[in-house]
């Protein structure tokens, strides 16, 4: 499946989700505030300071915070499914330049709840606009990445996820872009009417 495909799923579910009535009292559909921190992956680049010191950025490695859609079926408690889309962004201690390596990751997965508290959920990641800064000292790049499964075990807001990607430079040398991480999704309440 390519990017584009998978961008245009994304934007076709944010279209048609939100015209699914509720059926009981309780939204099939809520969106929410996501994150993750992550770590893991293989160097991109790595910046030697002035104190003799190094520090490699990671392929895997990052903050990210995002919006998305989770959807409940009206028949089924058991099951759900979410799609985010977000900003994923790491740097480093230098102070004099900022260097950065961010991308926009795009989520979906299917969760299945094994009780009100405890979920698991397996899905598909795809990183795009996947960009090293280099801050003015060095040379700027630009990565692809392939569409990589992803695996969740959540308690309540929170769950430990993986997922194993690859990134590609311009010259096709291939990156380990793998992740462990803790990831969030806190849903957004609509106030009730009185």
């Not at 245009?8 to 699914?20: A, N």
């Not at 996501?34 to 010191?53: N, Y």
Request: net charge positive; proline share 4%; aromatic share 10%.
């Amino acid at each position: 499946m390519s990017c584009n495909r998978l961008f245009l799923i994304l934007v076709i579910c944010i279209g048609i989700l939100p015209s699914i009535k509720a059926q009981n009292s309780n939204p099939p559909i809520n969106f929410f505030i996501g994150g993750a921190l992550e770590m893991g992956g293989e160097a991109v680049a790595t910046v030697s300071f002035a104190d003799g010191s190094k520090q490699s950025i990671k392929a895997g490695q990052g903050g990210t915070i995002g919006v998305g859609l989770k959807w409940h079926p009206a028949n089924s408690n058991k099951w759900s499914l979410k799609g985010m889309i977000g900003i994923k962004y790491v740097t480093t201690k230098a102070t004099n330049a900022n260097i950065t390596l961010t991308r926009m990751p795009l989520r979906f997965t299917a969760n299945y709840h094994f009780s009100k508290n405890i979920w698991s959920g397996v899905g598909i990641t795809s990183h795009q606009l996947i960009n090293f800064n280099a801050g003015g000292i060095g040379n700027n790049a630009s990565f692809s990445s392939n569409v990589a499964p992803t695996f969740e075990f959540g308690f309540k807001e929170f769950s430990l996820m993986y997922t194993p990607m690859t990134y590609k430079d311009p010259s096709q040398k291939s990156y380990n872009a793998g992740a462990i991480g803790i990831a969030f999704a806190v849903d957004i309440k609509k106030r009730q009417r009185r």
